[in-house]
């Protein structure tokens, strides 16, 4: 399939057949029974933690075997790298759920590891998009520097816990990992010169630092009445709960 997408085929139809490529690779992970993640977390590295580093290493992995050409390989074991960021949540609540042993360390661990995986996964590469201009760097710059300092916001580090009213994960920052991933699968056409308008990435790039700003924003205190409702809306419509 390398060949296939190489040749002159209109980009269009080599994009769908990566799409589904991907689609195959991600839904049986997706829809992986919680039994089985349960199953599975009693081995240290194939638990919460373990499958967040175990995405850092595919998503990486992945980029390695694009370099080199293997572009569909390379493709498959990127997505189940951007995948298991979805995983680890859910076995950690298949841990709860069917009562699976786990320490107190290894969830504090996990408070800290998961929403840093994200910056280590995601924030590197976006970067070198922006300094070779493949897309601007007018969302990407404010966008990392939003990172750095919500990652400084959590433990341990507590930068200005005095004004916050949270420190735990926010629905906008999976939001904004959505849009991140999504804005490099439509920035790898430009990358290997199917076509050369970078306005899908940078729309996506630019959604990627609302919800960056927003992850931010949304953990710092305002009045008691509004906390109170940013608060049930948290929980009623945007719980960092994983859906599936």
């Known amino acids: 399939m390398d060949a296939f997408l190489r040749s002159d085929v209109m ?35 194939l638990g919460p933690n373990g499958l967040t580093a175990w995405g850092i290493v595919l998503f990486y992995g992945g980029i390695a075997l694009i370099a080199v050409g293997q572009l569909i390989a390379g493709w498959i074991i990127w997505v189940m790298g951007v ?9 950690a609540k298949a841990m709860e759920q069917f009562h699976v042993p786990r320490s107190e360390r ?8 998961d929403p840093a995986a994200d910056k280590i996964k995601y924030l590197p590469p976006i970067a070198a998009l ?60 430009l990358l290997l010169a199917w076509y050369r308008d970078p306005i899908v990435p940078n729309i996506l790039m630019y959604a990627a630092s609302v919800s960056s700003v927003l992850s931010v924003g949304s953990r710092f205190r305002t009045t008691s009445a509004i ?13 960092h709960d994983d859906v599936l």
């Open 11 to 45: 980009w269009p139809l080599k994009a769908i057949a990566c799409l589904l490529v991907g689609l195959v690779t991600a839904l049986p992970l997706l829809f992986m029974p919680k039994s089985w993640l349960a199953r599975m977390s009693r081995y240290p590295t």
């Open 83 to 91: 995948i298991f960021d979805v995983l680890d949540g859910r076995s």
């Open 106 to 113: 290894s969830i504090r661990f996990g408070k800290v590891f």
């Open 130 to 189: 922006a300094w070779y201009a493949y897309v601007s760097g007018w969302p990407v710059w404010p966008m990392i520097a939003c990172d750095v300092l919500g990652t400084l916001m959590r433990p341990p580090f507590g930068l200005l816990s005095r004004w916050q009213r949270a420190t735990e994960a926010m629905a906008p920052g999976k939001f904004k990992a959505l849009f991140q991933a999504s804005g490099l699968i439509a920035s790898a056409p």
């Open 227 to 239: 906390d109170r409702w940013l608060k049930f809306l948290g929980k009623r419509y945007f719980s």
